[in-house]
């Protein structure tokens, strides 16, 4: 009995283990899947969060710990020293393109609504407005209610970036610019996790209620959810990939170095992701959501993972 838990142990610790964002875990679940169909062992994939992921992933190099992370953004300065101090090298892949959609039910109201007015409704430095239209007569006239990532997500840290400071008066961010990107404490922003499934059963059930996730969770539920307008720009697959969209972002997947000769199939896996039948033009990802890359970028990142 000893011996056989020792064996699924190692079994386990061996096996392509893979942690990090909920925006992007659906796609690499997709790639692990078909991978594990063409006769590989499937990967274990996790959803953490791009924070917490970025965490396991850099705490070291022993077996035990993930062999890549998903993120929705790039690594942060302080996330690289920490890889570099436990002795984790990695190579970053852009696997894909996205959008955050701002988005409610399909029985709640249409909206089209700018970055100013997003920040003024959501930040704690702002005028803490108890409805929409106490922002702006065209805006709905209810009750602000937003659910938002989690602090950990990857999600939360992008539209911190392209909304909250992008839209934050000069005078805050002149005094701490720290400050433009914290939430309202008094029951209107509601810290959701790391869940985007969930998110959306909630908007069924909370017409008025809004949240922030990722474009591949907005397509697969277009029946019940839609999406708002931000600064007069649809969130399409064509606004995404350009970048007219104002909250467009890229993803990421992190790969380890140092697993590359001590768990079976890392390499393989790798560039299997970044396949053309997986992300190119026509890649079974874009299916469920995922905006593909430019050929110079997608060629880019071929070449790196090879």
Request: glycine content about 8%; proline content about 5%; some cysteine.
């Amino acid at each position: 009995m000893l011996f056989a838990t020792i064996s699924v142990s190692l079994a386990n610790s061996q096996s392509i283990r893979i942690v990090g964002s909920s925006t992007v875990y659906p796609f690499t679940t997709v790639v692990a899947e078909r991978f594990g169909k063409e006769g590989n062992t499937t990967p274990i994939v996790e959803s953490t969060g791009t924070g917490g992921g970025m965490k396991l992933f850099c705490k070291g190099y022993d077996l035990t710990t993930p062999s890549a992370t998903n993120a929705s953004r790039a690594i942060k300065a302080k996330e690289a020293k920490m890889c570099e101090n436990n002795g984790v090298s990695f190579i970053e892949i852009v696997v894909g393109n996205d959008g955050i959609a701002f988005a409610n039910s399909v029985d709640g109201p249409k909206v089209s609504i700018t970055r100013a007015q997003l920040w003024q409704a959501m930040a704690a430095k702002g005028p803490q407005p108890e409805k929409w239209s106490d922002i702006d007569p065209s805006l709905p006239n209810i009750k602000i209610n937003v659910m938002i990532p989690p602090a950990t997500s990857g999600t939360r840290d992008a539209w911190n970036d392209l909304v909250m400071n992008k839209a934050c008066p000069e005078e805050i961010k002149k005094a701490n610019k720290k400050d433009c990107a914290l939430m309202r404490e008094d029951g209107a922003m509601i810290e959701a996790g790391e869940n985007d499934t969930l998110l959306v059963q909630k908007l069924k059930a909370e017409p008025n209620y809004f949240a922030i996730f990722g474009y591949s969770y907005l397509m697969n539920n277009r029946d019940s959810i839609q999406a708002a307008k931000i600064e007069g720009k649809d969130i399409t697959l064509e606004s995404i990939q350009d970048y007219s969209y104002p909250v467009a972002r890229p993803l990421f997947v992190y790969f380890k170095k140092e697993h590359f000769d001590m768990v079976p199939g890392l390499k393989e896996f790798m560039q299997s992701y970044v396949s053309k039948k997986a992300i190119g033009k026509r890649g079974y990802l874009l299916d469920i959501g995922l905006v593909p890359l430019d050929e110079q970028t997608l060629a880019a990142m071929r070449t790196r993972a090879k």
